[in-house]
């Protein structure tokens, strides 16, 4: 399976609903949040295949990981009002008690938005006939915020666009889509900077539109962001091959060599790795699927619930050197 | 053999002498200086186990490695009136028409000042049964610079001093060298700056001392810092070896990989693998004596001359990263 590793990190698409007897979380007390969370439970869970984890129940390092993972949003984790329920390959969450009452939420590596899609739909199906949503006919599904209001549709993609960065021609492209009514990002949503050349782009509009179209839509500008991405690393490389040789031959020197490395840094080191397996400057079967997880794996949660310590800042970096170093390790 | 490698790359000592005959080189004429070219030549030169370079036939670039080598001064290979007698393997030259009409030099590796005077000297013994040098019982040998005056005598050693420089030590240490009545100067003499922890110490006084004790003092000091260098080598790796691997593994990685290397870079990177391997960080059996050899190996005049073309300074930097790479292939 190859659904262009070598750009698109991840897909991603989740639905916001409600239920229609209830009040918007934001009016709800702690203990009626908790009963709603059972209710969900009860009606998704019959055959105990997701973990519910209840987020005043875990330490904070805890949910650190789950915002890290991109399994819950900073808000759920940070409220600790709701809960998540988690399936075993961590593709599906569904959050409880944020700003909606439900978030029904996949995530898949690669370019899979309908793959995506067709997940988040089955346990839509599942929970809508257990459960009333909000719903009404001329508006669609009802939610906390009009920017959600009808399809309740959020669709995006990470893409690693460092040849585009490279070359000066992220700002124009983002622009450009951005008119077409599409949000670009940093790695962790809103107002997070772009790290490693990671870019998140997702639809705004989720009234007055299809959700086959938003899915559809969004895959077609991913797949010209991939083609021009692609074009761009090859002429890039004819044009700068010392130059992009350099650049990624140190990465992999710093990587397998380096003894302490903040977050920032190794991310940088990866992005350029993961540029040059695109260029076939690395060898490894996986290399793609390898670094993507790597970029996760680096996250700082993610350090700390591997060691299974309090990891001061600077135990952390060493902690991801070793990581990096133990991943890389004959592969590259 | 190991002559402080690991702390001493090079042990130089030259002597000036001026004929009894003849005014001092500025006041030569060319063809005058011409005539004392062939005078040395001559005397010193009888089974052809010197090499005869006259600056003024020699291309630019040939007359830079002969610096960079430190086999002819910059202002012998400036001036374009004098020449160089050289020995197979590099250990003398015998500088004709500089400043003084012969600076008979010698420059071995690691710690050899001894074997260093006793070969000026048996170059000097050869010379006076041939010529009558300027001599005076009170001041000793005449020169044309009275910093010269006496003995003659300038003896220095190249030292790599990183963890004196980590640590912050070497300005004090070179302050109070300096009060003993020793100079402390960058790789490149006088004026040049210190790039990868290079110093270079040498007498300032020539008269009224003896040539041995010059040398015995000189060594006595040498000895000393490279006590205290290894002392806070150890020192510092036992309370921060995280950070010191982290430099030293760096700066391996970055030598094994980068695909362009300016000079003062891959001086830096090779300065930290010299530390690596004084503290054992890294294998190979020779691994001092090469990294030394590649400090001048990365020089420009160097590269240009082993590749046989004319470089530009980008194609010098992908020479160096070539070079670099190779010689360490293998090794560490």
Known sequence: MNDMLDVVLTSRVRLARNLQDLPFPGNMAQAEIAELVQ?????????????????????????????????????????????????????????IGEEDHLRIQCLLPGL????????????????????????ESE??????????????????????????????????LLAAISKLGYAVRGLYGEGSGTHGHIFQVSNQMTLGVLEEDIISNLNTIALRIIERERSIRS???KTNKLEIEDIVYRSKGVLQYARKLNAKEAMQHISNLKLGAGLGLTSGLDTQKLLNRLL??????????RSGLELSEAQCDEARANIVREALKGTI
């Open 235 to 237: 002429s890039l490389y």
């Open 296 to 305: 996760t794996d680096v996250q700082c949660a993610s350090i700390r619930k």
């Open 112 to 135: 899979q938005l309908e793959q995506a899609d067709s997940l988040c739909a089955s346990i839509d199906d599942m929970l809508c006939k257990k459960m009333q949503f909000a719903f």
């Open 139 to 172: 508006l669609g599904y009802l939610t906390a915020c009009p920017t959600n209001l009808g399809t309740g549709m959020r669709a995006s993609v990470m893409l690693h666009l460092p040849a585009l960065s490279l070359a000066g021609q992220t700002e124009g």
């Open 39 to 95: 209710r969900v439970n009860k009606a998704i869970n019959t055959n105990n295949s997701f973990l519910l984890l209840c987020m005043q129940e875990l330490p904070e390092a805890e949910r650190h990981l789950l915002v890290e993972r991109h399994l819950v949003s900073p808000d759920l984790a940070g409220c600790a009002k709701g809960a998540a329920l988690i399936n075993k390959d961590e593709s599906i969450s569904i959050l």
